[in-house]
């Protein structure tokens, strides 16, 4: 367990950075100590240097003085003056040598003293010599002479004493210095390799735990924008815009991820760099600019709910706003689909409630109870409504079956009971009715029905209680009605028997009887009896044409069991070949557009066209020759203005146009009315039934028709056929 943590503690990012440290501060130290090594090595190599050059310098100050005795010791021998200069010159040049000398061992203690000796010594020894010199004489020999050589020569003596513990003094520092050197010498190309090794070594664990860790960031990063681009919500990262003041008053976008564009059709790329307030404009309203700039200066977090429009259609977005890093973070979730279920939840709880008291308020007017039931075990809980039918207040009695059965109407006590027994034995759902006599002794006719459900174990029978006393005397009523309507089918069947034979035949003779006094007695009446002749056959011609209309009015019925495909292009063809003859008389334009196929009977829809043309060419204008303009077009049922039932939730509309005489709009629900005319008929001939057959045939079809008109400018029928 403790190797287990101490793996996870080595491979933590924290461990490497401990670890990378230490490693500086350790090479740091290596290189510090390395550094001493190498001054110290420079040190020794001067100390080394400086001892070769005090070496070098105490054999030139010595090999002066042995110059100068030999100088001076040639001069007495030989007795020769011209080493003077020479001896001049090596004093000076020992004196400069020893000046060197005192500054080469300045920091040299025992040197020093050496030095102090050699000075002494050397002071003595020039004067010894400057007194020898001074008793040379080209000539002769001083006699003293040789007591001045014998000193010069005990000091010369006594400096090579000196000159020897110098060499040893400098040889004895300069063996040290060398060894020093060498050890140094060796140890630091060592020291020199073994921290280039452990630099290497370092930082190549360095390099390769940081290259790790670089592509474990990268991995993580990427699985970062993995995520990012790929959750539902709208990602965007904003910094702050000042203002000269120092006063944020905006945010750029520095990131936004795909959402933008799934949500707000905006292009991530094109939002980076823009302020929020130019790509955003919404951010404007309800003051969410001010709240996200108190979010980022208090370093806080804030939410809230906005609506935004897309295209036209509002979206509703949860938003989240934090405060990290110099920026703002706005993550914003899309609720649309919950806010429109919330919404769409809260409609319906109220309309549940409305329900709930349209039921309560339905069942008072439908006069409704409802009851529950446990058969077996306890009497019945009935609702209010139930002891309102009863003629009680709610909880006047207790609902017992025996209390209930003093309600019912003594001629349907044992009917009750007998179903009342089925109902416990087959337990199936039934439709039952029976009378009931309330507290206040009016008679009621109920309905029940019930059915059985499973209810912790045991059945129970729920059901509901309706009066149906209005709704039985209507049936009633209605059976009277129907056995009057029977009546009248068969007064009808029998009026148009009378119709179709017993007027049309008096009438067929009374034609055949005035076409054989046209052709046989004409010329005998006097132009009088021409005239009134002429009124009796055109009289006989309107009957006929009068007869043959109430025929096909009362022919008209309402079945469907006839109705086909009909192509209306073809239909109008035929119309139109059929009043060939008048519309040519009229040089009358008759115009249509592609027609639908309609669901009906062929002749009806013949005589539906044939009639409006009949009738357009009938009333046609005397200043100019009949036009008549037939459209089509689909259009929904809610989108119909004209009141009427709907069957179909697509119609044909038909538009038919006529340039006719017109006539007054405020007689536009008239001119459907059986024998209804609004032009005098001794200037237009008919019978006003033509447009009434229309109306009936369009509403045997299950459609409508209505017309509109202006004096003078032509009549307009629209006609509404199901698709």
Known sequence: MNFKIFRRIANSPIFDRVALV???????????????????????????????????????????????????????????TTFEESYIDRKIEGDQILGRLQRLM?????QKEHL????????????????????????????????????????????????????????????????????????????????????????????????????????????????????????????????????????????????????????????????????????????ELQRMIDCYNRDETIDFERMVDVDGENYWFHTFVKAVDEGLLEVVRNNTEEFNAKESLLKANQELEVQNFIMMEAKKVAKIGSYTWNVENGPPEISDNFYRLLGCEPGEFVPTMDNYREFIHPEDLNDFDQYGEWQREQKKPRNYTYRIVTKQGKVKHLRTKGEFIEKEGESVLMGVVQDVTEQIAAENAMRVKNLELQRSNVELESFNRVVSHDLQEPLRKIQMFISRIDDSEMDRLSDRGKRYFDKINKVAARMQSLIRNLLTYSRIDNTHDNFEHIALDELL??????????INALEAELVWEAMP???????????????????????????????????????????????????????????????????????????????????????????????????????????????????????????????
């Open 22 to 80: 230490m490693a500086i501060i350790l090479l740091l130290s290596i290189t510090m100590v390395l550094f001493n090594q190498i001054r110290t090595l420079n040190t020794s190599a001067d100390q080394v240097s400086h001892s070769l050059t005090v070496d070098k310098e105490i054999n030139s100050l010595f090999s002066q003085y042995d110059l100068m005795e030999s100088a001076e010791f040639r001069s007495v021998i030989l007795k020769d």
């Open 116 to 287: 102090e000796s050699v000075t002494k010594l050397k002071d003595s020894f020039h004067s010894t010599l400057t007194a020898l010199h001074g008793k040379v004489n080209p000539s002769y020999a001083d006699s003293t002479a040789m007591v001045y050589v014998d000193r010069a020569g005990k000091l010369l003596k006594d400096l090579r004493g000196l000159k020897q513990e110098m060499l040893k003094s400098n040889q004895d520092f300069l063996q040290d210095q060398l060894a020093t050197y060498r050890r140094l010498t060796f140890l630091t190309p060592l020291t020199t390799l073994l921290l280039a090794l452990f630099s290497i070594i370092v930082f190549t664990i360095a390099f390769f735990r940081l290259r790790r860790q670089k592509n474990q960031i990268q991995s993580s990063e990427m699985l970062l924008q993995n995520i990012v681009q790929s959750t539902d919500n709208i990602m965007n990262f904003y910094e702050p815009i000042y203002d000269s003041n120092g006063t944020v008053v905006d945010f750029k976008v520095v990131f936004a991820n795909i959402c933008n564009r799934d949500y707000l059709n905006l292009e991530p790329k094109d939002l980076v760099g823009k302020p929020i307030s130019e790509v955003f404009p919404f951010v404007l309203k309800n003051n």
């Open 573 to 582: 063809l035929k119309v139109q070949e059929d009043q060939s003859e008048r």
């Open 597 to 723: 196929e309609v669901q009906g009977v062929v002749f009806q829809l013949e005589q539906l066209f044939s009639n409006l043309i009949s009738n357009s060419l009938k009333y046609h204008s005397s200043e100019e020759a009949p036009k008549i303009s037939i459209k089509s077009e689909q259009v929904a049922w809610d989108t119909i203005e004209a009141q009427f039932f709907k069957s179909a939730k697509i119609y044909h509309k038909i538009t038919y146009t006529d340039n006719g005489i017109g006539f007054d709009n405020k007689n536009a629900g008239k001119i459907f009315e059986v024998f209804q005319r609004l032009h005098p008929k001794t200037k237009y001939s008919g019978t006003g039934i033509g447009l009434a057959i229309c109306k009936k045939i369009v509403e045997n079809h299950r459609g409508y028709i209505h017309a509109s008109g202006e004096l003078g400018k032509g009549s307009v029928f629209t006609i509404y056929l199901p698709s």
């Open 106 to 110: 300045e920091s040299d203690t025992h």
